[in-house]
């Protein structure tokens, strides 16, 4: 069967988001099935986001317009998956798309209709805590901004009468006609990224929820904080509109638990959330607010979570109480909430709440399990998509992946980085058909200005009665043609519409502008249609400017329209001002070498240049050991108990024979040149002075994995019978005595993690002590194992090892870091005693054998960071460009990270991690042509003293003082046109382009004239 | 006899006096801890007993900033673009206190500013034509003047219309112009008497010998130019100057100006402000090409202007030994050292 | 101007905001219709990175009487790190301005992100109410020229 | 005569006759008293003329920007903290220059000194043993050292240089002194009179940018007040331009001013300029732990960040 260039997203939220751009990028056509009017999913819901605390919707929304504008991103809102025929390469996908009863294609989202609509409906993105109108936007920045019926309450639906939304749309939008379609597309693969719900509280009758006006869920919670919320970011209670002065938080709220839900899995994210929520709520709060989180174990396994938690704790003064609740209590005449719980010293306390917030877990929505069901993609026993740990975004049926919170319970940051490998993955079957089905543009020659004066045509838009009502349009235009270097001045009533646009069009050539100025609505959402028109009409599209008279004036001035109108002739007289200044910019293709260098043979390198091959790219892996493998060598089974070695000795294969990559060991890079696209890396292979060899590629992954540090406590060193994890391992496979006879086995959590000198948590030793203990427990029944540790931090599905170790007779001892277990080596014998810090009491053991979950550390990444400008964090990993939404991304292009170099995690999760970078790395190589220029900084070397400074300050690092004539020079396939180094120079040597000094000052100055 | 004397507490009677018939007197007062020449408030007294002032009077006929066209930038206006004069006229001044050596340079301003040809200065002229100079000799010059050498000397009268010099208890007042003696007679002073005038010639002669031998820079003009200028010397002079307007600023007889237009909201004027060739700026073309594009150059040129350059086209040099330049230079830049060294 | 009286006088407030937080963040206050003073003009720069005192100062010399920079909260910079060096560069330009004489008050920064139209509209009132209380800029205007 | 003049004299033999730097820069007496004089020497003929005494005050650093040969640096406290900035900004290389570091006990005032000879004119000034004496026409007077230092010196904290590669004499004590008064002073005036006071401070400047140039942190291609394009700065005396640059100059300065003083003594018509440099001092020393020129590893301040820097005033 012939393949198909395209594949079809299921699921708008970050994961799907993230999915179908960086398909996109890399050359192929996207169907993105929205379920919702709008893209976005849960985190367009959140207020700031952990561990960085940055705001969700900053962060989520440049990617919301991205994809709201790609060429090759077609987004179906209101759609659903009905059913997938077919097979990998070529599916025929079957979806349901609701009516909107609106045209997309003429709403122009003024709002009118929302404003005359009668209806009232409880806001479902604001949780039901506040209201819009039957007739509505998901959210103000939803993509793509269209109103939307609902149906079930219009009343002209319900009550056949109304329709006065017909009545006031200028734009004849709205069709009560539109009808259900059934949509049939033809795509190569299939990603469903449909996310997940939250557990519904109710079905816990002891926490009060949906009684007790004051107990609320994590996301009602997400959604009082906003600023975008129902109270507008002030923290207030439901029932009285009051300030709390005191919140709880009541942890694993439908995790952890199989007698009231059946969940015994752990969500992942709420121990993070929560302590994000209580920090955010204490900033919000003018008042000393008290918060106070009840946990069974904190789960801050992530990259720079433990110090989240840390800096929440000592710094925020969050209270932290490790306590199962019981029950939560109304007060009836001030709605506070009792709480009863035991602390250290198994005193019962009592306290009052103004506030309750229930973490309240994840979960599969009923209806995706029966989509799932219908086609044919199998789930785990949780209800969250089945994978392996080999194949972690691959689904059960061929050609179908899966990303984000479906596959199993996720935070942001994994979400994405799926999102990237599933996108990776989908690409890979499809190498051969890529470029396909991609749409390009043509636009016609570009008119040569220079030279010319300002020929400046402005262009004054109504928008409808949006922007006509409040600012008198006419006497602006009637200004605007008063203006220097208008020659052409023309009104609107809808700029945006088609009709409108083609005359632009039309004007543009015959009454020959250069340029152009349009008095609107946000550049933010229209500079780049208005952009395109000039283009289509022969135009540089940087010879556009526009002034914001609708956002910034109209809809915020309804009561003073005269200075509404005031002031849009001022904003209009700024923008023609900086338009006569206005520059063509160029922008220019470079070529690239479509090839890639892997640094690091453990499984992540090799897993990402397999990956890179089977896309079609050539790909050198340099591994300064003399075997790949890495880490895995010394493992023998995943967290869901499939064979490593078998699938390490295939990999280690596959690798080596592939006509594709170019292995070398024993090498390591020495010197690198160049930038993206056109890397130039020497590398020398063997001991000594060993052979350079010079490597040529567009892009780089660093792999370079992490290692198990030697601990320096609990007798290590003294006694063979105390090993670590990874020597354990080693023993346990080679059957030696000192595990096989062991009878008494201890193992001690949080060696040298979680400590000063290290702050953050291993990730993957909870899990595996858990792994251990079962499978000691299984060969051995007899055996006793105890485990010492801090908290079990067994997250999502690992929870089920936690569970099984206890069922088998684990005896699980909770100790404070302040008061760690003793090990002592007295004739001849082992001994532990430590302190149970949830019953109080003493505890020894005798152990035969005791296993330390070492800290996991980084190499020395120093040169590696040096030679590829890229930086590491203060524990030695490698830093991402952001944390939330590029998790494998550098901020200097073209560099990419996977595996434990990032930071520690399990086999399944540095295999996603590869394919991401994978993913990544191949949206810049697939374009063949690096396109640069455009709004990017320029240096003049005249004024150029060599200083540093902007080489200081350019975050991705894009300029450089050439080495010898010490002046600087911008690279413009790396800047991105913050135009930090241009306000640092203080020689004047930098502008940037598009928003030089002369044209920012002329805006300046035409104010006050 | 036409000496007149004006006794030292009758100073402020004397300079209220030079008021009447509305004349600004600038004089040397305190400025924010330097000597400039002020115009003098009513009841305000000249500060005439210490050394010379910071910056010489140059700036009374030639501001350092000076507007001399108006124009509005309005496109809608008829006139958008269109220069207008600003008026020149303004009241008749003295300059009280001026020493020889600074209003000798006012010979050397009148050389640049009126006499090159066709090309008259209207706005120095205008203010030139109706400014009197009242001289104060040097008793005790300082180790930095040397106005002998220049052609100059402590109590020369060359450009003054007065000449005052300070006889302790009194000063004596001789005319030296038709002017100074018409203004003279009008306020009607006390005659000097003969010993006064006596005593002057006397302080006068002192003052002449305490400067010791002068050397004469007029040996340069036989020089070969084409030899002074390519000289090496040049290379090491100039290495500490820091290429400050210092030196040119303060001296009386730089007249370097640079023309520049501003605007402000819908007007702009057209104006001239201080320039000197010691600023890289100063001979920056368009272009970005630069005649004189080092340090090196630029040094050179200030001397080889004032002593060769100017010798050359109007006999004298353009420098009269106020030692300004040598007292305020923050590199201790010596002209006399250069004069020396280019005669040599 | 001059005529006027101090009651119906209406300052000029000039606000850089930087192209993906604040002025986000300034057009969400527009889509949900929050009214603020219309004293205040906008010039939408790429990143408060991009910031230069000097754009400031120009305001000043030209006669607004207050000005406004805004830019992404810390940890949420589109370019990373602009809004830092925004932040160490304008901590050190307010200081030496409110040093020299220019009253506390002309000067304003804020953090605002794209989901804060409610704060930028109340950044907005603050601004322009305390501009207001300080009156017409006085200091460090640049006078205009009266002749034609 | 001053051991510390043998000392440079014969290091500067040393370190020219050994080949070991092509150019030294130091000091000799000036043309007229009160004023020393820098001197570039290439020969061993000229060390005879260098010199050393509480005249030296010009930070020499100002010369050593963008050379090409290797030099050695005659260099006080504050002399060598500018050549830490001048590191750190590529001004020079570290390998290029030898730095004889010479413990400062303080340089005198000139403009002090003139005042106290109540109108008669200084011709020769004597040091010896913290006193200095002054001589003239009938004058001779002497006061200690002490009383006698200019501004900058008295209120230094970085007497020893901070960079050397020779110490040419012993260290002297640092003093942990105030250095603040008067910038405090005027913080706790009123917007009104803080306005005025620097309205009437700065009236009498005429532009010469002397205080610019002396100053080795000023090594700008095109300084921004004679950038034409665009030209946002007027030219003229204009009282609101002449701000603007002396705004902007001190802003330049931000973390990078050792003062040094070299501009407040170059200015012609003595504006005590070091008051706006100083409080940016304050401010950044104040809010980010940060002192010009006292460590080669640390990045200015503004050409860095931490995340938590303060931020009170920001909404
Ligand atoms: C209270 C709370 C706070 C959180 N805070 C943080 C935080 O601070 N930091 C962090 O990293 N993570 C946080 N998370 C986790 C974060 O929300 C998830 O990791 C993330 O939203 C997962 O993204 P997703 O795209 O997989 O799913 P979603 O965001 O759920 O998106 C799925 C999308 O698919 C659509 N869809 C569903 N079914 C279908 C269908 N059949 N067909 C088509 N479309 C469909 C949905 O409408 C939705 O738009 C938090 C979660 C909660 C509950
Ligand atoms: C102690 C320990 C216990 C673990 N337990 C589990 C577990 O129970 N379950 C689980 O799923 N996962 C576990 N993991 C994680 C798992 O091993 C990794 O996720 C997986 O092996 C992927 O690692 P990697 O490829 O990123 O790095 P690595 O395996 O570390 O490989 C990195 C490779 O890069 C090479 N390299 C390093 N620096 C350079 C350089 N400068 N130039 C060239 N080459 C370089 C190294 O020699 C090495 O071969 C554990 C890891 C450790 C350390
Ligand atoms: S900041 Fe300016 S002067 Fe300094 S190196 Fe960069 S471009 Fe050159
Ligand atoms: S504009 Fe920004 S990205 Fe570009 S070089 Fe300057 S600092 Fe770097
Ligand atoms: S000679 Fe002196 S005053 Fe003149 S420019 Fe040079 S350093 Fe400045
Ligand atoms: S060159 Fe120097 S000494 Fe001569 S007149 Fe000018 S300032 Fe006076
Ligand atoms: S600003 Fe003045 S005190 Fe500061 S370093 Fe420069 S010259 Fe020295
Ligand atoms: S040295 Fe003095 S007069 Fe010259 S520019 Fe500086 S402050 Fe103004």
Redesign the pocket.
């Known amino acids: 069967m012939e393949k198909v260039g395209a594949v079809l997203v299921?699921?708008?939220?970050?994961?799907?988001?993230q999915a179908a751009l960086d398909l996109a990028e890399s050359g192929y056509y996207v169907y993105l099935?929205?379920?919702?009017a709008a893209?976005?999913?849960?985190?367009s819901q959140?207020d700031?986001?952990?561990p960085t605390n940055d705001c969700?919707m900053c962060i989520l929304s440049p990617k919301l317009v991205e994809c709201g504008r790609h060429l090759n991103v077609e987004i179906l809102t209101l759609?659903?998956?009905v059913s997938i025929q077919g097979e990998e390469g070529n599916f025929q996908v079957e979806v349901l798309k609701h009516p909107r009863y609106v045209d997309e294609d003429k709403c122009v989202a003024c709002g009118v209709c929302a404003e005359k609509c009668p209806r009232k409906v409880d806001n479902p993105f604001d949780e039901g805590l506040s209201k819009r109108k039957a007739i509505y936007v998901l959210y103000p920045q939803a993509v793509p901004l269209k109103y939307a019926i609902d149906r079930d309450h219009c009343i002209y639906f319900q009550k056949g009468k109304c329709r006065a939304c017909e009545k006031f749309c200028e734009n004849k939008a709205i069709n009560f006609e539109q009808k259900e379609e059934r949509i049939r597309l033809n795509v190569g693969s299939v990603i469903l990224?449909?996310?997940?719900?939250?557990f519904d509280a109710r079905l816990i009758t002891y926490y009060g929820y949906g009684r007790f006006a004051n107990v609320v869920?994590?996301?009602e919670?997400?959604r009082i904080l906003s600023a975008s919320g129902p109270y507008q970011g002030h923290l207030v209670r439901p029932s009285d509109k009051r300030e709390p002065e005191r919140i709880a938080w009541i942890q694993c709220v439908g995790s952890r638990n199989i007698n009231q839900c059946d969940h015994s899995y752990c969500s992942a994210?709420?121990c993070?959330?929560a302590i994000?929520?209580a920090v955010i709520a204490k900033e919000h709060s003018d008042r000393l607010l008290d918060t106070a989180i009840f946990y069974m174990d904190m789960r801050t396994y992530g990259k720079e979570f433990e110090k989240y938690y840390n800096r929440a704790k000592e710094e925020s003064g969050v209270r932290f109480i490790p306590s199962r609740i019981h029950n939560v209590v109304e007060e009836p005449d001030t709605r506070n909430l009792l709480i009863r719980y035991t602390d250290n010293e198994r005193q019962v306390i009592e306290e009052t709440f103004d506030m309750v917030v229930l973490?309240?877990g994840?979960q599969t929505?009923r209806?995706?399990i029966e989509?799932a069901e219908k086609i044919g993609v199998s789930l785990d026993s949780h209800g969250f998509c089945s994978t392996s740990s080999f194949e972690p975004v691959a689904t059960s049926r061929p050609g179908i992946y899966v990303?984000?919170?479906?596959q199993g319970p996720?935070?942001?940051?994994?979400?994405v980085m799926e999102?990237s490998a599933a996108a990776s993955s989908a690409a890979a079957t499809l190498a051969e058909v890529r470029g396909t089905l991609v749409r390009e543009k043509t636009y016609p020659d570009e008119r040569n200005v220079a030279g010319e004066p300002p020929r400046i045509g402005v262009f004054v838009c109504n928008c409808g009665i949006n922007i006509g009502s409040v600012v008198n349009v006419p006497e602006v235009a009637e200004y605007a043609a008063t203006l220097p270097n208008v020659v052409f001045v023309d009104q609107n009533l809808f700029s945006c519409s088609q009709d409108t646009q083609d005359r632009m069009k039309a004007i543009i050539q015959e009454k020959k502008l250069n340029r152009v100025v349009v008095a609107s609505c946000t550049p933010r959402t229209h500079e780049p249609l208005f952009q395109e028109t000039c283009r289509e009409a022969g135009l540089n599209k940087y010879l556009f400017e526009m002034a914001n008279i609708r956002d910034q004036c109209s809809w915020v001035h309804m009561n003073s329209p005269e200075a509404a109108t005031e002031k849009a002739k001022e904003l209009v007289r700024m923008a023609v001002t900086k338009a006569a200044l206005l520059e063509p910019l160029r922008e220019v293709e470079l070529g690239l070498t479509q090839s890639a260098l892997v640094i690091g043979g453990g499984v992540a390198g090799m897993t990402a240049a397999k990956e890179l091959s089977a896309q079609g790219f050539e790909v050198v892996l340099v591994e300064k050991g003399d075997q790949l493998g890495g880490n895995a060598r010394f493992m023998r089974h995943t967290w869901k108990d499939e064979d490593i070695p078998t699938f390490l000795n295939g990999l280690i294969r596959s690798v080596e024979e592939d006509p594709r990559i170019t292995v070398y060991k024993n090498a390591q890079i020495k010197a690198v040149d160049g930038f993206v696209g056109n890397f130039k890396s020497t590398l020398v292979v063997g001991d000594g002075a060993g052979e350079e060899v010079t490597v040529e590629h567009g892009a780089v992954i660093i792999t370079t994995g992490a290692r198990e540090s030697q601990p320096s406590e609990y007798g290590y060193g003294e006694d063979p019978r105390i090993v670590t994890m990874q020597e354990f391992d080693r023993l346990a496979a080679q059957g030696d005595a000192r595990v096989k006879e062991a009878k008494t086995i201890a193992f001690i959590q949080c060696v040298g993690s979680r400590e000063p000198q290290r702050p953050y948590c291993s990730k993957v030793c909870c899990t595996h002590t858990c792994q251990s203990a079962v499978r000691l427990l299984e060969e051995n029944p007899d055996r006793e194992v105890f485990v010492f540790y801090r908290d079990i931090r067994t997250y999502g599905r690992n929870e089920d090892h936690y569970k099984v170790a206890r069922e088998k007779g684990t005896l699980f001892f909770r100790y404070d870091v302040e008061e760690k277990p003793r090990v002592i080596l007295e004739g001849g014998g082992l001994r532990v005693e430590g302190k149970d810090h949830v019953l109080g009491i003493p505890v020894t053991v005798e152990p035969d054998l005791i296993v330390l979950a070492a800290a996991i550390e980084p190499y020395d990444n120093r040169p590696l960071a040096q030679l590829y400008k890229v930086p590491l964090n203060d524990e030695g990993f490698f830093l991402e460009a952001h944390m939330?939404l590029r998790p494998v991304d550098f901020a200097t292009d073209g560099v990419f990270l996977a595996g434990l170099a990032h930071y520690p995690k399990p086999l399944d999760e540095s295999i996603a991690q590869a394919k991401a970078a994978v993913g990544r790395a191949v949206a810049v190589l697939a374009t063949q042509r690096l396109q640069v220029g455009g709004t990017v900084a320029y240096a003049d070397p005249t004024k150029c003293t060599g200083c540093g400074v902007c080489e200081m300050v350019c975050a991705y690092k894009a300029v450089h003082l050439n080495s010898e004539t010490l002046t600087s020079e911008v690279n413009e396939a790396l800047c991105k046109g913050c135009g930090t180094c241009v306000s640092s120079c203080r020689s004047g040597a930098l502008q940037l382009r598009g928003f030089s000094d002369p044209q920012i000052f002329s805006m300046i100055d035409s104010l006050s004239s | 006899m036409s000496a007149r004397r004006v006794g030292r507490e009758a100073l402020k009677g004397f300079i209220t006096g030079l008021m009447e018939d509305g004349r600004t007197v600038w004089g040397p007062q305190e400025f924010q801890g330097s000597v400039r020449f002020r115009p003098l408030k009513k009841n305000g007294t000249p500060v005439l007993d210490v050394p010379n002032a910071t910056l010489s009077p140059k700036e009374v006929v030639f501001p350092p900033s000076e507007w001399m066209f108006l124009f509005s930038t309005d496109p809608g206006r008829e006139d958008a673009f269109v220069l207008k004069e600003v008026p020149q006229e303004g009241p008749e001044q003295v300059i009280l206190g001026i020493r020889p050596c600074d209003a000798r340079a006012f010979q050397i301003l009148d050389r640049v500013f009126l006499e090159q040809g066709a090309h008259e200065d209207p706005y120095y002229r205008s203010k030139r034509d109706r400014t009197l100079l009242i001289g104060l000799g040097c008793n005790t010059p300082c180790s930095t003047c040397f106005c002998h050498w220049t052609g100059g000397g402590p109590f020369h009268t060359e450009g003054l219309d007065v000449l005052m010099t300070d006889l302790g208890d009194v000063y004596l007042l001789e005319p030296v112009t038709e002017r100074g003696r018409a203004l003279l007679d009008a306020l009607q002073l006390d005659e000097a008497g003969a010993d006064e005038v006596e005593r002057g010639k006397h302080i006068a002669e002192e003052a002449r010998a305490s400067m010791g031998e002068a050397k004469d820079p007029r040996r340069i003009k036989e020089k070969d130019l084409m030899a002074l200028f390519g000289s090496p010397f040049w290379e090491r002079a100039h290495e500490a100057c820091v290429k400050c307007g210092v030196c040119t600023y303060l001296c009386p007889t730089c007249s370097c100006f640079d023309i520049q237009d501003e605007v402000r909201g819908a007007c702009g004027f057209r104006g001239r402000n201080w320039d000197t060739c010691m600023f890289a700026l100063t001979t920056l073309h368009a272009s970005g090409h630069n005649p004189r594009p080092t340090g090196k150059e630029r040094f050179r040129q200030r001397f080889m202007h004032k002593l060769k350059y100017f010798q050359d086209d109007f006999g004298d040099v353009m420098c009269v030994g106020c030692g300004r330049c040598v007292q305020y230079c923050p590199a201790n830049i010596d002209i006399r050292e250069i004069i020396e060294a280019l005669s040599a | 101007m001059e005529q006027q009286n101090a009651q119906d006088w209406e300052p000029k407030i000039l606000a850089f905001l930087c192209n993906w937080c604040s002025y986000a963040g300034a057009d969400l206050a527009g889509v949900s219709r929050l009214q603020y003073p219309p004293n205040i003009r906008i010039i939408r720069i790429p990143c408060s990175g991009r910031m230069n005192p000097a754009f400031i100062a120009a305001a000043l010399r030209n006669g607004v009487d207050g000005v406004l920079v805004s830019g992404c909260h810390p940890g949420d910079c589109h370019y990373l790190s602009g809004n830092y060096f925004a932040r160490r560069k304008f901590t050190v330009f307010k200081e030496l301005l409110e040093f020299m004489g220019v009253e506390e008050g002309r000067v304003h920064f804020s953090w605002v992100s794209a989901a804060e139209g409610e704060k930028f509209a109340q950044v907005v009132q603050e601004v322009t109410e305390a501009v207001k209380a300080l009156g017409p800029a006085r200091h460090y205007v640049k006078e205009k020229i009266e002749v034609c | 005569m001053d051991t510390r003049v043998e000392r440079i004299r014969s290091e500067a033999k040393r370190l020219l006759e050994s080949g070991e730097v092509d150019l030294v820069i130091g000091f000799r007496k000036g043309s007229i008293p009160m004023v020393s004089r820098p001197w570039f020497v290439r020969t061993v003929e000229d060390t005879e003329l260098l010199h050393w005494d509480g005249f030296c005050s010009l930070n020499l650093c100002n010369y050593l920007t963008k050379r090409k040969e290797k030099v050695a640096v005659v260099a006080k406290g504050c002399d060598t903290r500018s050549l830490v900035g001048h590191i750190q900004e590529n001004q020079i290389q570290r390998e290029q220059v030898l730095v004889l570091g010479v413990p400062c006990e303080g340089m005198l005032d000139r403009r002090a000194l003139q005042e106290r000879a109540e109108g008669t004119e200084i011709l020769e000034v004597v040091e010896s043993d913290g006193r200095v004496e002054i001589r003239g026409r009938g004058l001779e007077r002497s006061f200690p050292r002490q009383e006698v230092l200019q501004h900058c010196c008295r209120i230094c904290r970085h007497r020893n240089p901070v960079l050397h590669d020779r110490l040419l004499s012993a260290e002297v004590e640092e003093h942990q002194v105030e250095r603040y008064e008067d910038v405090e002073e005027i913080d706790s005036q009123s917007p009104e009179e803080r306005w005025a006071y620097f309205q009437n401070m700065l009236s009498p400047c005429i532009r010469c940018y002397a205080c610019r140039n002396v100053c080795p942190h000023c090594y700008c291609t095109e300084c921004f007040v004679d950038c034409s394009r665009p030209q946002w700065v007027g030219k003229s005396l204009d009282l609101n331009d002449v701000f603007t640059f002396h705004l902007f100059r001190a802003f330049h300065m931000a973390g990078r001013c050792t003062d040094c003083g070299s501009c407040e003594r170059a200015c012609p018509v003595g504006i005590p300029l070091r008051v706006l440099t100083r409080k940016l001092e304050k401010v950044v020393s104040e809010r980010w732990g940060f002192e010009a020129g006292t460590d080669l590893e640390q990045l200015p301040p503004l050409a860095t960040y931490r995340p938590d820097d303060p931020q009170d005033f920001i909404k």
């Open positions: 299921a699921g708008g939220g970050i994961a799907g988001v099935v929205e379920r919702n893209i976005g999913g849960v985190m959140l700031k986001t952990f969700s759609s659903e998956v990224a449909p996310g997940f719900e939250v869920t994590s996301k919670f997400e994210v709420c993070m959330y994000k929520e973490s309240v994840l929505p209806s995706l989509m990303c984000g919170a479906f996720k935070d942001i940051p994994q979400s999102a939330k």
